[in-house]
């Protein structure tokens, strides 16, 4: 899954960026009354409709927001390939500050656009979303996931979410370590946010020891009200600190160079998208240094998983137990990375493509 860089790809135009990248459509979308400016891309529906958030940020430039929804697009039809979904991959970006302009208008606008592409895309929420604009697209197209409960819909992904990671985590032990009891390991979450929250409640319950860290004193602050056993450590600390497993659910990029040269775990497995700053280099890299990398987009897909069994008729249990398989999958990605003596992204990529490329051929086809 590796594509240019943001710097590499300035130069080039947007179908010659699509056809890097393999993209089957990218749709622009401008509304001057609402002020909407948006780019829905759909990656590739070889599999089903183009499942995938929608994210909102001020983006210094179209540039770097075209960059990010190629990018997410593009990894969205990995992570449900490998998660077993039949579902492709789409996301789209709104040009905005999400804390001041977030408007009905604007959400039903922008689900107008969405609706145009007739169900080759399906909208959810990523950053800078919430529910409530999820329900206000659902006024304009059905064409939308992560509805509230009460609307039939499946809800806050972050529970499920955690619930994968920490099933893929207890793979990545088992691989490293030869068994998957979580007691007594000692685990790194960097990011007290959804995820980290109910991350870090599985892992107390199993008897792990767990070190937490955010930039807001708030959040970690609610999390050790409610689980006391908890160590609070400064956030520039996390890196270097003395343990098994270090589980990014901030941000991306955080394993790199620097990172890499203080990391002393020897698993890598949390939530964040796009854990390695440079896939190919990094991939290698913590291979070569005796690191387990759990694949980000292999065990962070409780989410889409959980979004997915909206299209069913939502069931918890069910949504619950088909993330549960992230622990299968996870451990024959690593078995194979072990045989073929290839990095784990790699080998999780290959099977990815595997998928979509057996049902491209045998012409299979479920929109
Ligand atoms: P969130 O916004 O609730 O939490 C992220 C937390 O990280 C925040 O508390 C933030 O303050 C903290 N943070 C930001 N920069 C930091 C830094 N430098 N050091 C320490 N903490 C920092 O997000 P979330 O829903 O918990 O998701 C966590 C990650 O997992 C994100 O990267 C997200 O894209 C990814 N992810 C989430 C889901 C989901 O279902 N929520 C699904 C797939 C992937």
Not at 152 to 158: A, E, H, L, T, V
Not at 211 to 235: C, G, N
Not at 317 to 333: D, P, S, V
Request: contains cysteine.
């Amino acid at each position: 899954m590796s594509v240019k860089t943001a710097a590499e790809t300035t130069t080039l135009g947007v179908l010659d960026r699509m056809e890097v990248s393999d993209h089957e459509e990218v749709l622009f979308c401008h509304d001057r009354a609402t002020g909407l400016k948006a780019i829905i891309a759909v990656h590739d529906t070889t599999l089903g409709p183009a499942l995938g958030g929608t994210r909102m940020w001020p983006y210094a430039n179209e540039a770097e927001a075209l960059h990010d929804v190629i990018r997410l697009s593009r990894g969205m039809t990995y992570k449900s390939a490998l998660a077993g979904l039949d579902l492709g991959g789409g996301k789209a970006v709104i040009i905005g500050d999400a804390r001041t302009q977030k408007t009905e208008a604007m959400f039903r606008r922008f689900g107008r656009f969405v609706h145009s592409l007739n169900g080759r895309y399906i909208t959810a929420e990523d950053v800078g979303m919430s529910t409530t604009e999820m329900v206000n697209i659902r006024k304009e197209t059905p064409y939308v996931a992560g509805l509230p409960e009460e609307m039939g819909g499946s809800g806050d992904p972050s529970p499920v979410t955690a619930y994968g990671v920490f099933c893929g985590m207890k793979a990545a032990a088992k691989t490293a370590y030869g068994n998957d009891n979580l007691s007594g390991r000692k685990v790194a979450i960097q990011g007290a946010g959804n995820v980290g929250r109910y991350l870090t409640e599985h892992l107390i319950k199993e008897g792990a020891t767990v070190y937490l860290t955010d930039i807001h004193e708030d959040k970690l602050a609610a999390i050790k009200a409610d689980q006391p056993a908890v160590h609070i450590v400064k956030p520039d600390s996390i890196y270097g600190l003395d343990v098994d497993i270090y589980s990014p659910c901030a941000l991306g990029a955080t394993v790199n160079d620097e990172t890499l040269a203080q990391l002393k775990c020897s698993v890598i497995a949390g939530a964040a998208n796009n854990q390695l700053a440079d896939e190919k280099k990094h991939g290698k890299a913590v291979m070569e240094k005796g690191i387990l990398y759990a694949p980000d987009f292999l065990i962070n897909a409780g989410g889409i998983i959980n979004c997915s069994w909206e299209r069913r008729g939502y069931n918890r249990k069910a949504a619950l137990n088909q993330t549960e398989n992230i622990y299968n999958t996870a451990l024959a990605i690593f078995k194979r990375s072990q045989e073929e003596k290839i990095p784990t992204y790699l080998a999780a990529n290959e099977a990815a493509e595997a998928r979509v490329r057996s049902m491209k051929q045998a012409g299979l086809r479920s929109l």
